[in-house]
């Protein structure tokens, strides 16, 4: 390149440098639209959105070791040992790649060189944004010569491109501090956090080598390092190991495919435990896709086909005898299904749902062929799946007596609704509410304080069922369980129905303490275990009691609900003042209850999503376990979490 076209080039820097400008100013004044939002979650999503890259680099097969590092200042830097990002001049701005990558909105795709960048939704939007969104980032460039070195503030260049140094080495440093005026609510990452994320993606990208470090405080120090040659068994196997789960097979499933054009891949590994529950985990180009999709329909639909063909042939299932439902042959079973594919769509509220229809065909193909051939080629892995699974047939059959004869008895006694329900006057599923209240004492003040126009109160009473040991069957006997199910009216399993859902939101309402916490996590896995479609439809939702109530004089009160919240009243307010600590939602009277919790127009409720409910079940499942010591070490990483919980 000669003097000439550096000198046009930087005429047009001009034009390109303002075009940049608008675009991450775009970002800056919406970061929601672009990485989800500006709490924690957005905070994370940024360090994702770096590593991504570097993952891409791996996946193209020039990079084995990815190093996140979280620095003092919760300062985020990402090392790779891949190509490093093109320092060379980009025709059509002008202005170097790696300036293009950090300062021109959807730039990522171009050069991140995977292939498989994936188009709408909140993925992939990638380094420009991240750039925008912190307070100032810097990126180096080894090219196995020279280190270049640029860096950048609230998304505008604040140094160009320039040389520092000699080296022999080849990879890519990206630091950055996320900008405290756009996450205000905190700018704090929690290691646990971004290890899972981490350590899913080195599960679904088999041999990669992640490490994870926290240099924040160095008498606090830790670090992790992932790497899995095993790739999506691994994952499985870690799952079974993490949840304390025995296994009825000793080999893990793992079958693979691609398409006819290479355009996309699917990989599948699956094992089953002793437990009854499934665990389908799905992921499109290395996004967990919570909602499931085209991936997960196609793998059930197969499965529950090549299981009923299989014991057709070898008459496991006889003459007259009923097929297998899905249910049946996914009880116990533990899957994690990946595909990578181009152009991939997400659809559903949250993103969070493959919707490319030839993955269902691609997904399905793969199953039907390969999951025969193995059950055939080892007989001791296919009886015991097939004794699991008549099994659980039978337990269906069970159950579904058990859910007539609940229906009849309900009949016989009348009214079809639980005793103690107080219910609400309106039918309109558009303003109808239904609170589950533990405790009698809150739910008296609950009943006092509600709304029974549109508000339905229902307080939970009786010995709760062990959800972790109990098939569909046994919910139907509980005691606990009954009148939430009666009350609700979907019904619960394979049956559920949301049009004769009797209230549109479903509010669990609980003390802010261990016990309530307890409460919680069991209401959200039974909701996740036996009425999916409610939790995915968004109808369950936490209520926020206040912790703190402040009273100053006679007539002057707040609340606060959280410690935060109760130290920025403190502060604010002259002279005396009583604290008041609420140990329980019983403490409240009604008035007070309606005007801190239930009053639709100034409480705060949390909408469940399924991430929530999901770490609920895993919870759980640890806690109502057989095992002794995966529950000691978890109560023991997790002490706040769960003191005194009486289990
Ligand atoms: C693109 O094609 C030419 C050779 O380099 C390819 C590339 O851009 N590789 C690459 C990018 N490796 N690592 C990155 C990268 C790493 C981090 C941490 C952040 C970003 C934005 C990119």
Not at 233 to 253: C, E, G, N, Q, T
Request: hydrophobic share 35%; charged share 30%.
């Amino acid at each position: 390149m000669d003097n000439n076209d550096i000198a046009q080039t930087n005429q047009e820097y001009g034009a390109a440098e303002i075009q940049v400008l608008e675009g991450l100013e775009a970002v800056r004044k919406r970061p929601g639209m672009y990485i989800g939002s500006t709490g924690p979650k957005g905070l994370h999503h940024l360090v994702y959105e770096i590593v991504d890259n570097s993952i891409d680099e791996a996946l193209a097969g020039f990079c084995t070791k990815i190093d996140v590092e979280i620095l003092p200042g919760d300062i985020i830097r990402v090392t790779d040992n891949g190509r490093g990002i093109p320092v060379g001049i980009q025709p059509k701005l002008g202005i170097p790649a790696v300036t293009v990558v950090f300062t021109v909105l959807h730039a990522g795709g171009k050069f991140g060189g995977g292939g498989y960048k994936v188009a709408g939704g909140l993925h992939g939007v990638g380094a420009s944004v991240v750039n925008a969104l912190s307070e100032w980032t810097e990126v180096e460039v080894y090219d196995g010569e020279k280190i270049y070195r640029q860096r950048y503030e609230r998304g505008a260049i604040a140094s160009e491109l320039e040389e520092i140094g000699d080296t022999n080495k080849k990879g890519t440093v990206v630091t950055f501090k996320p900008d405290p005026e756009v996450f205000t609510e905190t700018t704090v990452y929690d290691y646990d956090t971004l290890s899972q994320r981490l350590r899913e993606q080195a599960f679904l990208n088999a041999g990669i080598h992640i490490e994870l470090s926290d240099k924040r405080d160095p008498d606090n120090a830790q670090s992790e390092n992932f790497c899995y040659e095993g790739g999506v068994s691994s994952f499985v196997d870690y799952i079974h190991k993490k949840r304390a789960l025995d296994v009825i097979h000793p080999d893990i499933m793992h079958f693979s495919a691609k398409n006819d054009d290479d355009t996309a891949s699917a990989e599948i590994a699956m094992q089953y435990n002793e437990s009854y529950n499934e665990l389908i985990l799905s992921f499109a180009n290395n996004i967990h896709t919570i909602d499931g999709g085209t991936h997960e329909e196609g793998f059930k639909r197969a499965l529950t086909k090549v299981m009923n063909e299989y014991a057709r042939k070898f008459n496991i299932i006889k003459e007259g005898e009923k097929n297998l439902s899905g249910e049946d042959v996914r009880e116990g079973l533990t899957a994690i299904i990946s595909v990578k594919l181009k152009d991939a769509q997400f659809e559903s509220q949250t993103k969070g749902k493959l919707g490319n229809t030839s993955i269902r065909t691609l997904v399905d193909k793969l199953i039907s062929e390969k999951l025969e051939q193995y059950l055939e080629e080892n007989p001791a892995t296919a009886k015991a799946i097939f004794e699991k699974a008549i099994t659980a047939a039978k337990a269906r059959e069970a159950a579904r007596k058990a859910r007539d004869f609940a229906r009849r008895k309900t009949a016989m006694e009348g009214a079809g609704l639980p005793g103690k329900l107080a219910d609400c006057q309106s039918k309109d599923v558009n303003e109808t509410e239904i609170y589950i209240v533990e405790g009698d004492s809150a739910g008296g003040s609950a009943k006092g304080g509600r709304d029974r126009r549109f508000q339905a109160i229902l307080p939970l009473w009786g010995k709760m069922l062990n959800v972790e040991k109990a098939r569909l069957d046994k919910v139907y006997g509980n005691d606990k369980l009954m009148p939430v199910i009666t009350a609700l009216g979907c019904g619960i399993g394979d049956e559920v129905d949301l049009s004769k859902l009797r209230y549109g939101k479903i509010i669990i309402m609980a003390d802010a303490d261990v016990d309530g916490s307890h409460i919680r996590t069991l209401m959200l896995t039974f909701f996740f275990r036996f009425m999916r479609p409610l939790i995915e439809e968004g109808h369950v939702y936490i209520a926020q009691p206040p912790l703190y109530r402040i009273t100053k004089g006679k007539n002057d009160h707040y609340y606060a609900y959280s410690d935060k919240e109760r130290d920025s009243i403190m502060a604010s307010l002259e002279g005396k003042y009583e604290i008041q600590r609420y140990k329980g939602l019983g403490e409240m009277d009604p008035q007070q209850l309606w005007e801190t919790t239930m009053d639709p127009a100034t409480r705060t409720m949390l909408r469940v999503e399924m991430e929530d409910a999901a770490a609920a079940d895993e919870v759980f499942t640890i806690l109502m376990g057989d095992k002794v010591e995966p529950r000691r070490e978890f109560i023991e990483k997790n002490a706040k979490y769960v003191q005194n919980l009486d289990i």
